[in-house]
């Protein structure tokens, strides 16, 4: 085991193919750990796959999966852990569409409730009982500073962000008696395809970093740094918390 003791480990990783899940998925390969990686973009599945060093290949295992398909994902879900139990859980991938709460249809609520929450769900239900009978496991739902309340037309996004906040708090209450901790991380403003949907790109920059208390923006290795320490032996003791990563942006 590595100091972190996550050399070995075993992790999902939903939506691990984009802009902050590729970078932090090859900083996990590196720390020695077997990461499964759940997205239906098969370019991004490609890219991802390109950047992993020839060394790390074998620990890169690669589905091709929507999440909005649950017979698909559970099918999936189950062919892994079946192999042997998943040690932590990245419930990552997400859908954010941006307009008036009004402009919303009842399919792109119910698109956005079925990855960025029921997808975590499923997951997490998959891992669960593998994690308990070994007596650890980590689950991590990656949440948003927009839960923060000052960014508008985000309606179901920043719903979805709450119901992960919540399903963090009720899961760590009933399965940390099992060894089993699980914590949110809320990044901040990274600049990904997210941020795509921000109509002036160099004034949105120009903002984030005056908002910001350190004056660079953020990189996916701010996010795997955060991974790793959570989902790290020293972390054992941390349950139930939202870990912000916005560079001092928004002070919980
Ligand atoms: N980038 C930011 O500034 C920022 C800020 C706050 C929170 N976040 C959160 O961080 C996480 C990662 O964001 P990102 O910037 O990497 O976004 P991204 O769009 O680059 O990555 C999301 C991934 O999820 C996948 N995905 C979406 N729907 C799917 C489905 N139905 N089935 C399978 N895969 C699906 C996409 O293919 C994509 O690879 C998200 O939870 C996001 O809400 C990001």
Redesign the pocket.
Known sequence: MSATGLNGRRAIY?????????GATLELLAEGIEVHV????RA?LSALQAQVPGGLRDQLCLHE?????RAALWACLEGIVAERAADVVI??????PSKPFEDFTDAELT?VH???VE?AIACTRAALPGMRAQGWGRILN?????LSGQWENLTP?VQS?GALLGLTRAWAREFGKWGVTVNAI??????????KIHPDPEGYNAMVLDRQAVKRR?T?AD?AATIRFLASDAAGFITGQSLAVNGGWIME
């Open positions: 939903t939506g691990g193919a984009g802009g902050l899940g590729t759940l997205d239906r973009d991004k999966v929507d999440l909005l398909d419930n990552n991938a997400a859908l954010y698109a079925g990855v960025n997808a990656v949440t948003s500073i927009t996004y962000k809320a990044p901040g403003a990274f600049p990904t395809d997210a941020e953020g996916p996010i």
